[in-house]
């Protein structure tokens, strides 16, 4: 019985930071109302950045909408902060399964299974897969698919390309307008730089101004800075940088060991969900650099 | 000064609060757990800092108001606590888990307490 999504946003409405965002996403999802169940999972996701089943939601609705790059970041986002998560477990098996990585998308389910032995859909997806069951030819998607769990492969398209997941079959040449494809700001104040200050991807303006070369400069010498700092400070060796400033914050992480990433954004994002753009970017930027 | 600074180390998980001159690196006052070179701390934070402020202002977000340096056994976390360039920079090392955010806001203190 689908959820009454009136009073689901009555609910909401009268209390915006209630959890009950879930099942109000989860029903306008199941309804096929996806632009609708994308604003209220976002909603949520900003009020509880660190609640695994937002995540969860999230990655489903976007598997829905077919942007499997995006929803596999949700899914390892809520597997980082929930390891347990049977359902990201089982929707990363899905994506996995779609991307032909049958070894990464057993062990997804096998982990899924530990928690949940009694769920039949685990096995059944498993035994589909152990059979060597093809999926079906891609078909339009006209409908939203109802559940990412892998209990559903055979509805869905097998040769999707889903260019950073890993294991991605035939890795695509190096691009860098795709390095940070399908991350929230992709198009903006994100810099990826080589240990020379050397732009590998990525731009950054000011006041309408490309900043791009200049700033590349400056964080190489930053990241050697810190690097040294963390080093004989004893402090190991360091995995990010966080600072306000007057106009913005940002985040600088390093992907390699070589390389430094940058993410700007303004003052209305807080250092702590900052922290997690740049975590996920810095995924993104050493899958295709590994790729390169 | 030291009022100020104890207020920081007071926070668990804290090792040591300083001021340190951002010009020329050098300490002003300190309150530090054994081990920690407070020379050392002063100096490199000093110069992370004049290098970080320069990459902010090069991407147009202005001169720093705080910044934290994550690493796996330690955080090195600074309010600059002066004009634009130069004056004071309020410092604390701590263990890699404790809350910044508190230190965030004691810093902030701190720093607040010396103008």
């Known amino acids: ?292 | 000064m030291s009022s100020a600074l104890e207020l920081v180390t007071r926070v668990r998980g804290v090792r040591g609060a300083m001021l340190v001159s951002a010009d020329d690196g050098l300490v002003v006052a300190e309150q530090l757990m054994e081990g920690i070179k407070g020379s050392a701390v002063a100096a490199l934070a000093a110069s992370l800092a004049g290098r970080l402020r320069r990459a902010m202002e090069a991407a147009g977000i202005g001169t720093s108001v705080f910044w934290h340096l994550q690493g796996d056994k330690g955080a090195l976390v600074v309010v600059p606590g002066g004009g634009r360039e130069g004056g004071i920079l309020v410092v604390a090392v701590a263990e890699p888990d404790v809350n910044i955010g508190l230190v965030r806001l004691e810093l902030l203190r701190a720093a607040e307490a010396m103008l």
């Open chain 1, 1 to 292: 019985m689908p959820e009454d999504i009136r009073a689901l946003s009555s609910q909401l409405a009268q209390d915006p930071q209630s959890l009950v965002f879930l099942r109000l996403g989860e029903a306008l999802r199941r309804k096929g109302q996806l632009e609708a169940a994308l604003r209220v999972a976002m909603n949520g996701l900003e009020r509880h950045p660190h609640l695994a089943d937002a995540h969860d939601l999230y990655a489903r609705i976007l598997t829905d909408k077919h942007d499997y790059e995006r929803a596999f970041d949700e899914w390892d986002m809520a597997v980082r902060i929930a390891p347990n998560h049977t359902g990201a477990l089982k929707g990363l098996a899905f994506l996995y399964f779609k991307v032909g990585d049958l070894a990464q998308a057993e062990a997804h389910l096998e982990a899924a299974r530990k928690v949940e032995p009694d769920d039949p859909s685990i096995d059944q997806a498993l035994a589909m897969m152990r059979g060597g069951i093809t999926p079906p030819a891609p078909e339009p998607a006209a409908e939203p698919v109802d559940s990412p769990t892998v209990a559903s492969p055979t509805v869905d398209v097998p040769t999707v390309d889903v260019p950073t997941v890993a294991s991605s079959p035939v890795p695509s040449p190096l691009d860098e307008s795709r390095v940070f494809a399908g991350l929230e700001g992709a198009n903006e104040g994100l810099l990826l730089v080589d240990g020379a200050g050397r732009v590998l991807g990525g731009a950054l303006k000011s006041n309408g101004a490309d900043v791009t070369d200049s700033v590349a400069a400056y964080l190489a010498g930053v990241s050697q800075e810190a690097a040294r700092t963390a080093k004989l400070l004893g402090l190991g060796s360091w995995s990010g940088l966080s600072a306000e400033a007057q106009h913005g914050n940002v985040h600088l992480a390093h992907p390699t060991p070589e390389a430094l990433l940058l993410v700007v954004r303004d003052r209305g994002m807080p250092l702590g969900r900052l922290a997690i753009l740049a975590q996920r970017a810095t995924a993104m930027a050493k899958r295709w650099l590994e790729r390169g």
